[in-house]
């Protein structure tokens, strides 16, 4: 039996990179300045939490293979989790230092969807919906199923553990072998 901790996430403006700004303002013209404010230290407070929780793991780094939503199959992997870290994104300081204890980081997403995924972004006005009413369509559907591939081909089973950092709209966790135990983070949020 192969075992994955699913961490679902709640992404910091700075896990957006070069389109922060645009999702800055784009939540503070649908929800207003104040509701902005609140979401930044729910984000802040939920990492804060997934911190703590995660302090455990780092005596196991070493057998940790660390997915993580948004990180292509490229061959920079490392790079482009520091330089995300660097810009101050809470979920990359973590992968970092689970990093630097041993744990291997896996790319996980497909380069190509992701540059798709990218783009959409990119052209939208407004935010995408999120919570209940959100779209899960064809493109994240294909995500998705990568990532469930690129976790079954590269998961060992024991003493090897894996640890999913991935977005709440996603739906890897059921497209997974049914030889993979998938429980949560023990005293994460959520």
């Not at 679902?8 to 303002?25: K, M, N, T």
Request: charged letters at 30%; glycine letters at 8%; aromatic letters at 6%.
């Amino acid at each position: 039996m192969r075992r994955l901790i699913h961490v679902p996430i709640i992404h910091s403006l700075e896990d957006f990179g070069s389109q922060q700004e645009a999702v800055r303002r784009a939540y503070v013209s649908r929800y207003g300045i104040r509701a902005w404010q609140q979401h930044l230290q729910g984000v802040k407070q939920f990492w804060k939490d997934v911190r703590h929780a995660a302090r455990p793991l780092a005596r196991t780094a070493a057998t940790l293979r660390i997915y993580q939503d948004g990180l292509p199959v490229c061959g920079r992997e490392a790079e482009l989790v520091r330089e995300l870290a660097a810009q101050g994104s809470e979920n990359h300081r973590l992968l970092l230092e689970l990093v630097e204890r041993g744990a291997l980081l896996m790319g996980t997403e497909d380069p190509d969807l992701l540059r798709r995924e990218h783009e959409r972004l990119r052209r939208l006005e407004t935010l995408p919906e999120t919570g209940p009413g959100a779209r899960y369509d064809e493109l994240m559907e294909r995500r998705d199923e990568y990532i469930a591939a690129r976790i079954d081909a590269t998961l060992g089973g024991e003493p090897e553990t894996g640890l999913l950092f991935m977005g709440a709209l996603h739906r890897v966790v059921e497209r997974l072998p049914k030889d993979v135990q998938v429980s949560r983070l023990p005293g994460g949020p959520g």
